[in-house]
């Protein structure tokens, strides 16, 4: 990548929205996580912009987006984090479109489809299962592996000491472990992740966010599954080979607890699947997406 592509910004009643858009055709929504912001997808929109419509957000809170409104942590719950997304989306005109997220930013999306079953019409979700079961079938070995959960979510203003001088430090550490040590990252986009992580407004807004996964999301999540809610979109579901979610079960039989319409694939690397592995990410996308020839996904 030789520059960051322009970044916009939109301002909704309660909250300003950082994005990026690219391409052309049907619109997709691209959510990242953690600790990265929306550059992590660039390398797939190069790959996927003469097909689709691509908006790259940072999740409320996360990069340079931010929530407005006055208030606790319950301002970044998921479900409050993807109404200010569909907002965004429909101030740009989409009613419905397609979705992908990784990481949190796929926690987000989750909340997304449930709530407004109606605006998505086909989601990706990158190594993820839902919080809810997770929270199920945790061990101790399983909670090990958690370990950025626990830290993060703890109560404040405990995380936010904790990391005030130790950011930097803290950021590499997830990016090398989480990678394996392989040196994927666009140089541009790793320094994009450092200069946000190290905004402590940030951060604190990130942790608040991990707060919440940890107690109402999960409640949220629970809730759905009792009432029977289920995606009605159909979704493809893909994992790393190195990431902790096999560790809790065959992560497609998970997903079609919660799905009528699913099909998924464990992709050969690590967490980070979008920056790794663009190729073959923007490959099953098309294919998923626009109903090409049928992919192998056993």
């Known amino acids: 990548m030789n520059q960051l592509p322009e970044i916009r910004y939109m301002e909704l009643p309660e909250a300003v929205i950082a994005y990026s858009i690219t391409g052309k055709g049907p619109p997709l929504l691209l959510l990242h996580g953690f600790p990265e912001t929306h550059v992590a997808w660039f390398q797939i929109a190069l790959l996927l912009e003469d097909g689709f419509t691509l908006i790259m957000a940072d999740l409320p809170g996360y990069g340079d987006s931010r929530i407005t409104t006055h208030g606790g942590d319950e301002r970044y719950t998921k479900r409050n984090m993807a109404r200010q997304l569909v907002a965004f989306m429909e101030n740009l005109g989409y009613q419905q479109f397609y979705l992908a997220g990784h990481d949190r930013g796929a926690r987000v999306a989750f909340r997304l489809f449930l709530d407004f079953p109606h605006h998505v019409q086909k989601v990706v979700m990158l190594d993820i299962i839902p919080t809810a079961d997770i929270a199920e079938r945790l061990n101790f070995k399983l909670a090990s592996s958690l370990g950025n959960w626990w830290l993060m979510g703890q109560p404040s203003p405990l995380p936010e000491t904790l990391f005030e001088t130790t950011h930097e430090f803290y950021l590499e550490h997830i990016l090398n472990s989480w990678s394996g040590g392989k040196a994927f ?17 940030s951060r604190r807004a990130i942790f608040a966010e991990y707060r919440m996964g940890n107690t109402l999301d999960l409640a949220d999540e629970q809730q759905s599954r ?69 992919f192998n996904y056993s």
């Not at 990252?185 to 992740?193: G, M, P, T, V």
């Not at 079609?256 to 979008?274: A, P, T």
């Open 226 to 294: 009792e009432k029977g809610e289920k995606v009605i979109c159909p979704l493809l579901t893909l994992w790393s080979s190195d990431g902790f979610v096999t560790g809790f079960g065959d992560p497609l039989i998970i997903w079609q607890q919660w799905c009528n319409n699913v099909v998924g694939k464990q992709l050969n690397g690590s967490h980070f699947l979008m920056e790794e592995l663009p190729l073959e990410v923007s490959v099953l996308f098309r294919q998923f997406f626009m109903n090409e020839e049928p």
């Open 185 to 201: 990252f666009d140089s541009l986009a790793r320094s994009e992740y450092s200069r946000c992580f190290g905004n402590a407004a």
